[in-house]
């Protein structure tokens, strides 16, 4: 009889202990900010985060993006991210194109102050698969493709450019399409706003001829990133390294972000085959919603390894404000970017530099 009693009690505390599923969610906001390369951003934003289906699964997501820029560039852009086989399989994909144009500074990391202006209009989709081997580590395949058409703008008077010059690589644009692999090592307990653990991860992109691409090259991306909880706040540190193939089109050469890395930065200020970047941040908790940021960002770039050095790096120093959309802490980020005491920049954007 002790025993018939007992089971229904256990069984009783393991339902009374589960957590419960979290629910689905929306985050609508303006995408709006201010860069050296955009000048005013506007447009919006939408991401739809979907009820859990099991606990220990993450929830899908759906983001769209649409903007536009007083520089006459325009985006349009959807990201799904879903789960399945209880989480073991993550399906992630990217469709849309863009009209964007920019300036060509020449290939460095002392680039000077002219540019030649040109227009990318692409088009591109992408799909990647990865598996949860351990609960640790997803491996995962890629297959993507890209249509770039490069139009020179430089001056409606005709004359002619002298830095996008024939001997750039990818100057007439074209078709890439190739594979990558993808390795995660992943032990944060937040995937949105991470309070103590570590994440890698390297991806490998492979373009090639036998798959209709019009030229062949390569990109390896390796990153790395650690969190320190310090009461409720945290101190995450990260580092990024990137090298291109010698034949890869300017277009897809290392670069900083200007939102994620060496924020407040023209993104085709300085681009070469080789980066690294280092950034630090001091996450402080100022409410169950709200949070400030310190932030140190680094890069540079190189057109090898071996010319990498210690007082080259470009840096931005800043502050910026989170506000959190979800309870996971899904948030709005804004960030104000001071590079290299020259040049001050913001951005309204979603989750986290890294």
Not at 54 to 76: C, D, I, K
Not at 176 to 201: H, M
Request: charged share 15%.
């Amino acid at each position: 009889m002790k025993a018939s009693l007992l089971i229904p009690c256990l069984l009783a505390a393991t339902v009374t202990t589960a957590e419960p599923l979290k629910p689905a969610a929306w985050v609508p906001l303006p995408a709006v900010g201010s860069s050296p390369e955009t000048g005013f951003q506007y447009g919006a934003y939408v991401m739809r985060i979907f009820a859990q289906s099991a606990p220990e699964q993450p929830q899908n997501r759906l983001e769209v993006l649409l903007q536009g820029t007083t520089e006459g560039q325009f985006q349009a852009y959807l990201w799904p991210n879903f789960f399945v086989d209880q989480g073991n399989w993550n399906i992630k994909g990217k469709v849309g194109g863009r009209y964007w144009p920019s300036g060509y500074f020449g290939q460095g990391n002392n680039t000077g102050d002219e540019s030649d202006q040109y227009a990318n209009t692409t088009v591109e989709g992408s799909v990647t698969a990865n598996y949860l081997f351990t609960p640790s580590i997803r491996i995962g395949i890629s297959a993507r493709a890209e249509n770039h058409e490069i139009e020179d703008i430089t001056d409606p008077e005709g004359t002619e450019s002298t830095l996008l010059t024939n001997s750039v690589i990818g100057l007439n644009g074209g078709l890439y399409n190739g594979v990558g692999a993808e390795f995660i090592f992943d032990q944060r307990d937040n995937i949105d706003w991470p309070t103590q653990g570590q994440l890698a991860s390297l991806e490998w992109d492979i373009y090639t001829s036998s798959l209709g691409s019009d030229k062949d090259f390569s990109l390896l991306n390796l990153e790395a990133a650690q969190y320190l909880a310090i009461a409720d706040d945290v101190l995450a540190v990260s580092g990024q390294f990137t090298l291109a193939s010698d034949d890869t089109p300017f277009t897809h050469l290392p670069r900083p972000s200007g939102d994620g890395t060496l924020r407040g930065a023209n993104g085709n200020r300085w681009i070469d085959n080789t980066s690294i970047g280092i950034q630090t941040e001091y996450r402080k908790t100022l409410s169950s919603k709200w949070a400030a940021v310190g932030f140190l960002d680094t890069f540079q770039v190189s057109p090898a390894i071996g010319d990498f050095s210690l007082t080259e790096f470009h840096y931005s120093i800043g502050a910026g404000v989170r506000f959190a959309m979800t309870p996971d802490r899904f948030n709005i980020r804004f960030d104000l970017g001071y590079v290299d005491l020259d040049s001050v920049s913001f951005a309204i954007t979603v989750g986290e530099a890294f």
